[in-house]
């Protein structure tokens, strides 16, 4: 008797496992005509394909949190370097038997900003707890950049609370590998950064952002350039760490210089403590 087909049957696994026997076997990859496109990483890796690989970029990350019910974020930048409480000790310690002077320094520096991290942290629990009993529509997910130091530290504290959040790791020589604190099916890694600049905007309803360096600063501003020209809606803009940002951001200057309004420096609000930060977000969508 001829066997019943499957609709749902796919048959295109058997092009990827293909191509996974090869690589098992240690061939060399090299470009093969007679593979299928879609299964031929010579080809994708190609200059002229990089559209593709942009379109893949923003396609997989969108799906997989769809079906997670993952619609609102409240996205969380800062330091990769900042480390908690516990491990900044260790830091110091280790730093100290090492004898090397500048290390030493580089690590207590590091150390005296562990209360960020502790921070971030309680932050990412307030965030999970708030949603752990609301209907989906109206849910509030972590998003992160997917890294060590505050990253993880949201992550973890989301994490603690029982709750879902996002990490969007992208590859960098310098970096870590993602933070355990994420779902491994929401944690994703980037090529682009465009891309994953744009899953930042795609879901935030809020930008909570952290001390940190030349990273932070980009996305900080990427946010505010798109909410102040109106190419993204309003959203809370929250520094935490007002000493931090207030030494670094000498926005009343700009005014004075005639480059921004006096309005734009409302976009931004200042505050020190994981609580004032999530009830200037509930207050601004009367949550």
Known sequence: MEQKQDLSVSRLANAWAELQ????????LEAD?????FADPEFLLRRETRGIRFQLELLKPDLEQQAHGIENTVVVFGSARFRSEEDSVLMVAEAEAGGDPELIDRAKKLARNAHYYESARAFGKLVAQYSETKPPET???ICTGGGPGIMQAANRGAHEAGGLSVGLAIVLPMEEAPNPYVPPELSFKFHYFALRKMHF?????ALVVFPGGFGTLDELFEVITLVQTRKAKPVPIILF??????????????????VISPNDLKLLQYVDDPQVAWDLIKGFYRL
Request: proline share 3%; no cysteine.
């Open 21 to 28: 026997a090869h690589a098992r076997e240690g061939n060399p």
């Open 201 to 205: 905007m795609m879901r935030a309803k």
């Open 139 to 141: 849910k509030l997910f």
């Open 241 to 258: 760490g007002s000493s931090y940002w207030k030494r670094l951001l000498n926005t009343e200057m700009l005014v004075e210089e005639g």
């Open 33 to 37: 005509a007679s593979r299928l496109a």
